[in-house]
């Protein structure tokens, strides 16, 4: 890898060599949320998504690509292993928010940095709903990062990922994914990811999407429509989303305008529904 062709790909600056600090791996984090997309357009143009190492830098980083959390998480677990970064691989479970169910094991590609004995949740890939900073593992008590809360709940050896629902603002507590602290290796998430490729109950195969975090918000394309969603601030106290519609000959310039990407075989938009899971988890 060449570390730092990937930190000008997102727009990290720091020393050539940096020192594996909690200040650079919040940096880091954040930087590779704002650059790199949330997308599965690989999948909607024609190919297969690829989980070696060399073509997930090669797709993201030279070809200014984006990913799904096999994807996006595999290589920024590699980039900061790079770094001098302790880094752990742990398997998460998705729930669902319609069902309420989670998804099957190895479901979602997270990893979990050790630094001075702290230990710290990473996700760059959970869409809309995930976190700008590294989580504290160390703690149950909530974590505010900007307008949202977080939490990670324990029972027993299971981890609960939970958040204060922005939107509808009742103050309670939903689940966002499942996992567990058992060290995990990347060949342990092929077959999910297959399964995201092919299965009529993944968002994935049902949708086509791209996503990325803004300062002040959030920009995704699904199938038809572009959602623009606005974080609070001092004009507006309250998370708003405006949506367009898109013809077919408008998102190929959308998503190299807005997203940075263009694809190198015709997109086919999808925003099929999804079909609930036969097995619950």
């Known amino acids: 890898m060449d570390v730092q062709k990937y930190f000008i790909r997102i727009g990290y600056e720091g020393p050539a060599l940096p020192t594996p600090t909690l200040d650079a791996l919040q940096r880091v984090h954040r930087c590779h949320l ?4 949330f997308e599965n357009l690989t999948i909607h143009s024609g190919g297969r998504v690829r989980l070696d190492l060399p073509h997930l830098y090669d797709k993201i980083v030279n070809h200014r690509r984006g990913g799904f959390c096999f994807e996006n998480n595999g290589l920024f677990s590699w980039l900061l292993s790079e770094m001098g970064f302790e880094v752990t691989i742990l398997a998460g479970q998705v729930r669902n928010a319609i069902t309420g169910w989670y998804g099957p094991p190895f479901d979602h590609f997270i990893s979990m940095v050790t ?8 996700d760059v890939a959970f869409g809309g709903s995930g976190f700008e900073f590294p989580m504290s593992l160390e703690t149950e008590e909530a974590q505010k990062q900007g307008h949202r809360v977080y939490r990670i709940r324990q029972a027993g050896e299971m981890h609960f990922l939970e958040w ?20 995990r290796h990347r060949g342990d998430f092929i077959e999910m990811c297959d399964y995201h490729q092919s299965s009529p109950s993944s968002i994935f195969f049902c949708k086509s999407l791209c996503s990325i975090l803004k300062p002040t918000g959030r920009l995704t394309y699904m199938g038809h429509k572009l959602i623009t969603t606005q974080f609070p601030s001092d004009e507006a106290r309250t998370v708003t989303k405006t ?19 263009m694809l190198e075989s015709q997109l086919v938009p999808k925003d099929d529904t999804i079909t609930p899971p036969l097995n619950i988890f």
């Open 243 to 261: 949506t367009r519609e898109l013809t077919d000959e408008e998102i190929p310039d959308i998503l190299k305008e807005e997203f940075g990407i």
């Open 115 to 122: 630094l001075d004995g702290h230990r710290w949740l990473c």
């Open 34 to 37: 704002r650059t790199v997309p």
């Open 164 to 183: 204060q629902d922005e939107e509808r603002e009742t103050g309670l507590w939903t689940e966002l994914y499942k996992f567990t602290l058992d060290t």
